[in-house]
C-alpha cells in the first residue's frame, strides 16, 4: 500500500499522513522518516512542531535527510512509513554541501520508488508549490520542475494520490484507506 499526499504549506497534509500511516500500521511498527536538515530557526521551528504532533501516536522516528533506503535497513520494511518529506529530500541532494545537483530530481525519484516497492505500506508528503504566479530566478524555477517532476513519478507509482487544501483532502486516485 502506498500513497502520496500534496498540499501547499500548513495546509494538513501532514497530519492527515499521519492519520493514514497509524490507520495502516494497525498496531504494527511505525515509523516517521524525517527528512528535513534543519539550517536556520524557522526550520528548527517546523521540525518541533511536528514532533510535538506526532507524540504519543508510536511513531518512531528516522533521521534520514539523504540515503532514504537506509531506512529499510534500519527498521522493519512491513511496518508503516511515513516519508516527509519529498520537497525536503530533493532539497537536500540537489543544494548538497558539495555543490547543486542538477540531476537529482532521477536519483530521488528513483531511490523513492524503489522503498516503496520494497516497503510494505508508505506515506508519502510532498509540498505544491506550483500555484503562484510568480516567476523566480532560474535555479529556483530548476528546483520546481524538478518537484514537479518527482512528484508525477511518485503519483503515479503509488496506489493513492490526495491533494491536501486547508484541511480538506481530495483523492485524485485509490482508496485511502483510513
Not at 536556520?40 to 518541533?48: G, L, N, P, Q, S
Not at 545537483?101 to 520508488?113: E, I, P, Q, S, T
Amino acid at each position: 500500500m502506498s500513497a502520496y499526499i500534496s498540499g501547499g504549506s500548513k495546509s494538513g497534509k501532514s497530519m492527515l499522513a499521519q492519520r493514514v500511516a497509524h490507520a495502516w500500521a494497525a498496531g504494527g511498527p511505525l515509523y516517521y522518516v524525517a527528512t528535513m536538515l534543519p539550517h536556520d530557526a524557522e526550520d528548527a521551528a517546523r521540525i518541533a512542531r511536528h514532533r510535538r504532533e506526532r507524540a504519543g501516536w508510536g511513531f518512531v522516528t528516522l533521521e534520514r535527510g539523504q540515503d532514504i533506503l537506509a531506512c529499510l535497513d534500519e527498521a522493519d520494511p512491513l511496518g508503516a512509513f511515513l516519508v516527509d518529506s519529498v520537497t525536503a529530500l530533493l532539497a537536500n541532494a540537489m543544494f548538497a554541501p558539495d555543490g547543486i545537483h542538477m540531476d537529482a530530481a532521477d536519483r530521488v525519484a528513483d531511490d523513492l520508488a524503489a522503498f516503496v516497492r520494497r516497503a510494505s505500506k508508505t506515506v508519502l508528503v510532498s509540498d505544491f508549490i506550483f500555484s503562484d504566479a510568480v516567476l523566480y530566478d532560474g535555479l529556483t524555477e530548476a528546483y520546481r520542475a524538478a518537484l514537479a517532476s518527482v512528484d508525477r513519478r511518485m503519483a503515479a507509482l503509488c496506489d493513492c494520490v490526495v491533494e491536501d487544501v486547508a484541511g480538506q483532502y481530495i483523492v485524485h486516485k485509490g482508496d485511502l484507506r483510513l
